[in-house]
């Protein structure tokens, strides 16, 4: 039996993403259907591998090595566009933080949402990975372990009064990969 290298495994979930993208737009349609929401047309977009440098965080002055996984999904692409959320390239990463919902709603969860990664996280140790909506404030961050620079990253996603925690990259692209597969069975 042959064991897969991390960043081959993140490959694997990375390319099933996204040519499970048809079945993912099918999910969110029905569900749309049910709630009684017109179906959207969705697109994907994946911009060209980014730059293998260096992450950065919500702190100015700090950047985080590239994990093993990290590496792997940038080597994939940099900016990913699926199904209204976009994963950011490494520049957007570091840009995201200009905008003014973005300050908006990390101010209000650093406030009012207790035990939320901007209420309990330094800032040296975030960094935003994906934006699902400015005006809802809907962001996944990255999470940087306190005691280490070369482990993995969790991710802790935000959606609307929802928090998800994931351990790493690949836990939270097998939701992903999971949840999309899940359509196939409506």
């Given amino acids: 039996m042959k064991v897969l290298t991390v960043e081959r495994r993140i490959e694997e979930l990375l390319i099933r993403l996204k040519d499970d ?5 099918k999910r969110v349609n029905r569900l749309l259907e ?3 929401d017109e179906t959207q047309s969705f697109t994907q977009s994946l911009s060209e591998s980014d730059t293998l440098g260096r992450v950065p965080t919500l702190d100015s002055q700090t950047q985080r090595p590239m994990s093993a996984m990290l590496r792997s999904r940038f080597r ?6 699926r199904l209204g959320e976009v994963w950011l390239s490494l520049s957007q990463m570091e840009t995201v933080t200009r905008n ?5 709603h990390f101010r209000s969860k650093k406030e009012y949402w207790e035990g939320s990664a901007p209420a309990t996280i330094p800032l040296n140790r975030l960094s935003v990975f994906s934006v699902g909506s400015h005006a809802q404030g809907d962001y996944t961050f990255l999470v940087w372990p306190s005691n280490s620079t070369d482990s993995e990253p969790e991710l802790w996603c935000y959606s609307g ?5 994931f351990k790493d990259l690949e836990s939270f692209l097998i939701w992903i990969a ?3 597969v899940e359509a196939a069975d409506f």
């Avoid at 994939?76 to 566009?81: A, L, M, Q, S």
């Avoid at 009064?161 to 925690?165: G, L, V």
């Fill in 178 to 180: 999971d949840d999309s």
């Fill in 34 to 36: 049910k709630s009684g």
């Fill in 161 to 165: 009064q929802s928090e998800m925690r």
């Fill in 21 to 25: 993208f048809p079945i993912a737009c």
């Fill in 76 to 81: 994939f692409c940099g900016r990913w566009r």
């Fill in 100 to 104: 003014r919902q973005f300050r908006k």
